[in-house]
Every structure is written in structure tokens, then in C-alpha cells.
């Protein structure tokens, strides 16, 4: 999934007939559209740990581009994931709901808070995940070392 598959649904989602209901609306509303929009960082990454999806939100909060990331794997953004006896997406969702530190562009590590994915098989080979940044936070009021950038 290249970084111009939402642009491209957009396009050919523009115009809304004008009887269709909200409901409707959503219930067609394309994920990688919605997920590209928010302003959350999301990270959707396989169970070997290739980034199938990162939002621009994401993309800022670590220093990288887009097409950077589509070239690097979850192993390289994220220190909790180490050379595992488990997959990548066992180990987010263990990790779900923690603070986690992300590698950012310039090389310093960041705390982040990481949801649960949003997708809750758990058969599931992919994980959806959306950050929170801890790093100001951390700077401002956190005797806790682990919540500072480092």
C-alpha cells in the first residue's frame, strides 16, 4: 500500500449522491482514507514487521517521510521489539496500553504511548496502532526517567 492509495480513493469517492445517509456515508467511507486524515500517529505494520501503513501524523512525530517508512520495518522504529521468538504483532499487543520508545529520525529515542490495535482477532497477522507522544509531557512534569527523552 504506496502512500498515494488514499488520495487516489478520494478521487473517486468526490462527489456523495445526495440521498445517501450519513450511515451509508461511513459504512462506504474507505479505513485507508479515514486513517490517513487523522491527526493521531497510526502505524499499521505485518506480523514479520514491515510498515504496511503510516499517516502523515506518524510520519511527523518521528522524523521521517512516508516513503522512508514504507521502507523500514517495525524492528527499526521500535525498541520493545528486539530479535523475538514471537511476532511483531504478538509483541505490540503486549505491549498495548504502555510506554513504549520510538527511534526518531534524528536518533534519539522518544516516549510514546501505544494503544491496543484496533484490530482485535488474534489470529490477526496485522496490527493498527495509534501513538500518543510523551515527550513534552515527560520534559514538564515526570520525575519518572523513563519518560524522558534519551
Avoid at 502505524?43 to 523500514?72: E, H, K, P, T
Wanted: aromatic share 6%; charged share 20%; net charge negative.
Amino acid at each position: 500500500m504506496g502512500p498515494q492509495s488514499a488520495a487516489v480513493v478520494a478521487d473517486q469517492r468526490s462527489e456523495r449522491p445526495h440521498d445517501e445517509s450519513a450511515t451509508e456515508f461511513l459504512r462506504d467511507f474507505p479505513a485507508l482514507l479515514a486513517l490517513s486524515r487523522l491527526p493521531v500517529p497510526i502505524l499499521a505494520v505485518d506480523d514479520a514487521g514491515a510498515i504496511a501503513f503510516a499517516n502523515n501524523a506518524f510520519a511527523a512525530m518521528v522524523g521521517y517521510s512516508r516513503q522512508d517508512l514504507f521502507a523500514m520495518t517495525a524492528q527499526s522504529l521500535v525498541a520493545c521489539i528486539t530479535p523475538m521468538h514471537s511476532g511483531v504483532v504478538a509483541v505490540l499487543r503486549e505491549h498495548a496500553n504502555s510506554v513504549i520508545r520510538l527511534l526518531h529520525a534524528d536518533g534519539w529515542t522518544m516516549p510514546t504511548l501505544i494503544s491496543d490495535s484496533v484490530l482485535i482477532r488474534e489470529e490477526e497477522k496485522l496490527a493498527v496502532v495509534a501513538f500518543t507522544d510523551l515527550t513534552e509531557i515527560g520534559w514538564h512534569s515526570s520525575p519518572d526517567d523513563n519518560l524522558l527523552p534519551g
